[in-house]
């Protein structure tokens, strides 16, 4: 018996240490509809493999930080990053580009929401009621969730979240912040703009019992972010097919899977507002 | 005994007003309502790759309790010296999460990944207990061996055939607990039922979740039964195809881990180590100290102690269901549903529902850590009650409970109880999600924001915490003299 188990570890390590030769891998942030995420990447890898030439596949994960370390490691070489994940990406990979953003991203917004029993409406300016109440973001390392609205709140309610709310949470998710904040197990909590919108097409938002409370100024967010050294693997010129194919990309069935409208052009440059956010709360060194 | 159990009693009932238990009312009926709707409407269709992930759940466990079996029987051999008692120790003082989340950073999504999160781990928890069970084992064949015979025969015709039943038991719980840590282990990405039941739960698919959870339910409940010896080795080779073939790891990614993510930030940038980078590593580790360090500790142990209790409280109710001594073949059955469904459905999954209901402090992470431990403790308390001889006269009912089956139970009760302490500090780690700032909500905070720095000198304090505790545990079971046998953890 105990030979057998000997067998199959060297095997595991063998197994392990076989690497894909020159595929072109990628990934996306998991983010919003997460169900058959496979299924609907899987014809995105099958419109860039057509597109570009070269053998394309997508692998899932499960966190900001697992897609901005496989993008590290090389395991993919372009991604869907978040604005903050993206700007985390691109610090630790010398030479990776911004290189598409969705029409959306140019203007992206977080919602504050409110339960109904706080009494708080929608109001133009910083929502100032939501002191001392409870609070949830989303996922620690979101842009929508965690980024800009704790900016906005160290901005104007002067601390640290966890000094100024009763409770600070973080839900893990968007579409879970509004389930929270919709029960009233959490009093307060932010997310992204896109997530809530679709709930409320889908019906999962009862408008008597959680709303929008105030609407953050605009930022950029979603973009898709390529490694410097692909075109040593992959040909010259190869980053510039790879932005064609994504721009070029206007299938409906296609665009649905992130869910943008369109891409459009982007750059590094286009997020040094989320890389100075970044520093002035202290979540980029 | 009394005396030891009334004074955790009482230090948890003191911490109780320390502790942040507020209930926040709320209405998590709509909720509840979709919660309970999906669980009466199981939907098995929803999952992709559904059949994989149950393989690859079985795949991981298999392997790495395989591996842990031959590694933690090795260093049970050479569990005297020290320095292996201590190293054994330490590894299994992290979480199977945190190694998980340490490999991702080297090894990335690749099987190795996965496997080596279950075997290292349980390779310490597996030494421990052989040691003990060939302290414990029967010493008569070895009185019996002629003068003169070699040390190796006298180890394998004398004291590894008295033992080796016993490892087959607990290599046996091993597996289930190792079904459940590989199945938690797809909440970081690894591809087992945990991922997808993990993205179902947090998108509110509930009919998924319910479907997940019953298929994971009927994995565990029939271990027994597709569990042969005979049958291991092909599962194993099984299990190796199984694995996907990796993404593939690079030497440079394990260098850079070794040699400069894990290196203090301001170390790391300094130009040279003067005494101004001195002076920043100085502020940065008090820093860590104060802000997340202390408080997280104060946090762990304060969860950590109610929840003992707890979960001590809950076994006392939950072993009769599954005791013959109180329930007839029915009743049992029930009873064995009803634990194998508390013990399998994570933690992090019960937390959530109380959370839905009281709000978030730390009273649904008490709950749902004092549920799931007396769930296990409960069956293993119950099992044990199947031996204890009985009287044809002996009382029945609450009388039988009170008067006989209780103070014959309750020092093997008092055993498992802290054993698991230290189980109870590690599951701490999970439950970010309620807002409890423990030391794993900041490890987590510290993975998310990519600082390796700080999330390795956070498990290190971790799992000298956890050192702590264990050895605090073995001191008092020792002054009380509580056996400590076969079948725990």
Known sequence: MFR???MTAAMLLGLSAAAHADTFVFTAIPDEDESRLQTRFQKVATYLTKTLGVDVKFIPVKSYDAAVTAFRNDQVQLAWFGGLSGVRARRLVDGSKAIAQGYEDQFFVTYFIANASTGLNESKGFPMGIKDKTFTFGSKGSTSGR?????????????APDKVFGRVGFSGDHSRTIALVQSGAYEVGATNYAVWENEVKAGKIDPSKVKVIWKTPAYPDYQWTIRGDVEKKFGAGFTEKVTQALLGMNDKDLLASFPRKSFVPASNADYQPIVDTGKSIGLID | MARTSLGFLALAVVLLFVADIEISTSDPWTEFGRMALGVVTPDFTATESLFEAILMTLAFALVGVALANVFGFMLALAFHYRVVRVGCAFIRAIHELFWALIFLQIFGLSPLTGVLAIAIPYSGIIAKVYSEIMEEADQSPLRVIPAGTGNISTFLFARLPEAFAHFKNYSLYRLECGLRSSAVLGFVGLPTLGYHLESAFRQGHYSEVSALLILFYIIIATLRRWMHRKLLPLYLIGALFALPSSAGFSLDNIIRFLTSDIVPHPLRTAETIDTAALTAFWHWLTELFTTQALPGIANTLVLTMIALVGAGIGTLIFFPLISPKFFGPKGR????????????????????????????????????????????????????TETLPLRADSAKGLNLYF???????????????????EVILRETAILGILGIPTLGFFVDSAFADIRYDRALLLILITALLNIAVDTLSRMIRARLRLKTTLDHE
């Open chain 1, 4 to 6: 057998n188990i000997f």
């Open chain 1, 147 to 159: 980024l800009m609205p704790e900016f906005h709140i160290r901005k104007e309610l002067g601390g």
């Open chain 2, 333 to 384: 059955t029930a009873g064995h549903v009803f634990l194998v469904v508390l013990r399998s459905t994570p933690e992090y999954i019960l937390a959530y529902v109380f959370l839905q209901l009281w709000g978030p402090s730390m009273a649904p992470a008490i709950v749902a850590l004092s549920l799931h431990n007396a769930a296990i403790i409960g069956h293993l308390i119950g099992r044990h």
């Open chain 2, 403 to 421: 008067w006989e089956a209780l103070p014959r139970v309750y020092p093997q009760f008092l055993a498992f109880l802290f054993y698991r302490w």
